[in-house]
């Protein structure tokens, strides 16, 4: 059920660079379409023959790859295409460390041009990774010349990095632990935590090289910038503790949010979880109205001022 969810989205591809070798999607999946980063505008990667590669975005004119290919294999060892993956993740985080965009160009002379009939697998790959373990969109920022930045998923605004370090963001361990408290009904145990981050390759006081001791990441970190609560569970004997979503959490982003995310990676509509899906419908309407609330408020708060501005008002008598 939701658990099998949260499972997929955590294990679909491949989670660190050269650490499995899971069968690359068949195109650009939807974590490379939606509204999100690079969805905002659709890209389309076609072949044009066995040398080129044509992009195309909406709206916009065609523009080609004119790097010269070797013939091609019918088929790329998927190890080889691992590596391809693993070394535009690599390129495309360091650009988002130094603060830089990437533009398609670049994208192609990373993957060698031997590998232009698989490029979209590889590109698709890179995405979804990017998304999935690092929590990075692609944003197309400059459409007609096809130059994209990578930016923080779903609204949020911590990446963990610390300046001048070679660090990576860890930001996609803060969604999944969001997206496991969302589908355990707003509060997951640390039990029910730990065994989605086990199937990561993460475990409490082992030190991961991407992103240091996690037990110390959730517990701490995380805490600490007020995107989890970490408690006892009442009444518990020996004690148990549980995770909820922290204030900054709720203010940066939504339940609809983090259930499109974990419903777009898997393939179905959010409405495929009903239970979740109501539950982020009625937080969707509590935001509206208080929304509502606060606009009216604005309007309410200078007509006062100009009636008091006035004065007392002359009233008629009934003579």
Same mark, same amino acid.
Do not use: N
């Given at each position: 059920m939701s658990e099998a969810l949260v499972n997929t989205r955590v294990s679909s591809p491949p989670l660190m660079p050269g650490s499995s070798k899971g069968t690359p999607a068949a195109g650009v999946?939807?974590?490379?379409?939606g509204a999100q980063g690079f969805l905002s505008s659709p890209v389309a990667i076609t072949a044009t023959s066995s040398s080129r590669?044509?992009?195309?975005?909406?709206?916009?004119?065609?523009?080609e790859s004119t790097a010269q290919a070797a013939p091609q294999p019918a088929e790329l060892p998927l190890d080889a295409i691992d590596m391809l993956v693993s070394l535009l993740v690599r390129y495309m985080l360091h650009k988002y460390r130094i603060k830089e965009t990437v533009t398609m160009?670049?994208?192609?002379?990373?993957?060698? !041009?031997v590998c232009n009939e698989h490029f979209p697998v590889i590109f698709a790959n890179a995405c979804q990774r990017l998304q999935v373990v690092f929590g990075l969109d692609l944003k197309v920022v400059d459409p007609p010349n096809y130059r994209f930045e990578l930016v923080i998923s779903m609204g949020l605004t911590y990446d963990g990095m610390l300046p001048g370090k070679e660090h990576v963001p860890k930001t996609g361990v803060l969604i999944v632990v969001l997206g496991v408290i969302?589908?355990?009904?707003n509060r997951a145990t640390e039990r029910e935590v730990w065994r989605i981050l086990n199937a990561m390759g993460m475990h409490a006081g082992r030190v991961n090289p991407f992103f240091g001791e996690p037990r110390k990441l959730i517990t701490n970190d995380l805490v600490k910038e007020k995107y989890l609560e970490y408690r006892q569970v009442a009444n518990?004997?020996?004690?148990?503790?549980e995770f909820?979503?922290? !204030?900054?959490?709720?203010?940066e982003t939504t339940k609809m949010k983090v259930l499109q995310s974990?419903?777009?990676v898997n393939g179905v509509e959010p409405s495929a979880f009903p239970s979740q899906y109501e539950d982020a419908l009625q937080d969707e309407e509590m935001r509206a109205r208080a929304t509502m609330?606060?606009?009216?408020a604005s309007l309410l708060g200078p007509l006062l001022v100009l009636v008091a501005s006035l004065g007392t008002p002359i009233v008629p008598s009934d003579t």
């Open positions: 999946p939807s974590t490379c379409e590669w044509s992009v195309r975005s909406s709206g916009h004119r065609e523009v160009e670049d994208i192609f002379k990373v993957v060698s !041009p969302f589908m355990k009904g518990s004997d020996p004690a148990q503790f909820l979503w922290g !204030p900054r959490a709720y203010a974990l419903a777009r609330s606060a606009s009216s």
